[in-house]
């Protein structure tokens, strides 16, 4: 919401700043939520941190696939070509990947740190940003193939390209995100497998020409002249 009443602002140019056009009240609106309800911080902290809890009294099953992701950090990779053939499918297979970019950092930092994790902020709050963009990105997809599977792969064109884009600029952050992790508790050998790992794990097989699918997003928007994504 923030990034769109933004870019909202921009469209505008000086009258974006102007409390007389709509924006600035959206990006207001908007702002405020990463304060009310708890703010980013404290919720962050909390969604890594009630995992983890969770994970410690063995209501939730973390360890072993975290222990899952090790083994395979170490086996040798599968150079089989997938078949990618269906809508959306190799973006579903980067999301299983990106899961275990979660895995292998939240899983390390509670071996390395056991009930002390919580007092590494920074840390958890870049593993809850991996988790935040895994679900964001995934809800986005699950979202337009239950669309295809209502209509057809080509009216749903710009979902399938804001799908796209949305999980690229995931992948980006988490990326980020988990070498900010794993540099704060790996070093030497284990720091480098891990980082082959991440490497491994947000590896497309065909990255899809982002430009052009923005294009495609955009021509729809400019085509109706409106916000065209909101049913009648
Ligand atoms: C428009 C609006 C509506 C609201 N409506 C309601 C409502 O209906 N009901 C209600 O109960 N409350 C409401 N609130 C209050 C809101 O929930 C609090 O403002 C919010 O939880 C943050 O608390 P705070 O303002 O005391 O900030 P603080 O807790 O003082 O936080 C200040 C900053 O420090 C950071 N911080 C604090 N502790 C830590 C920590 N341990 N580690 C890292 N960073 C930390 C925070 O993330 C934040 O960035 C509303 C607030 C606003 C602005």
């Avoid at 009310?36 to 973390?62: D, F, P, Q, S, W």
């Avoid at 508790?185 to 097989?205: C, H, I, N, S, V």
Wanted: aromatic share 6%; net charge negative; charged share 25%.
């Amino acid at each position: 919401m923030q990034a769109c009443s933004d870019e909202g602002i921009q469209i505008y140019g000086g009258m974006g700043f102007s409390a007389d056009a709509p924006m600035e009240a959206a990006w207001r609106d908007a702002r405020i939520s990463r304060i009310y309800e708890g703010t980013n911080e404290i919720n962050r902290m909390l969604a890594v941190g009630m995992l983890v809890k969770k994970a410690m009294k063995g209501h939730v099953n973390l360890l072993e696939p975290a222990m899952a992701v090790g083994n395979e950090l170490t086996s040798i990779p599968s150079f089989d070509t997938p078949d990618f053939s269906e809508p959306l499918s190799e973006e579903m297979d980067m999301i299983k990947k990106l899961k275990k970019v979660f895995l292998m950092v939240a899983g390390s930092a509670v071996q390395k740190f056991g009930p002390a994790l919580e007092e590494h902020q920074q840390l958890l709050i870049a593993a809850s940003d991996i988790l935040i963009e895994i679900y964001m990105a995934e809800s986005a997809i699950l979202r337009t193939q239950k669309n295809i599977a209502r209509t057809s792969v080509e009216e749903q064109k710009e979902q399938i390209a804001m799908s796209q884009l949305y999980l690229y600029s995931a992948v980006k952050i988490i990326q980020n995100r988990a070498e900010e992790g794993i540099s704060s508790f790996a070093e030497g050998d284990e720091q480098r497998m891990m980082l082959m790992g991440l490497k491994r794990f947000t590896k497309y097989a065909n990255l899809p020409n982002i430009i052009e699918l923005r294009n495609v997003v955009a021509d729809k928007v400019t085509g109706e002249n409106k916000y065209p994504f909101t049913k009648a």
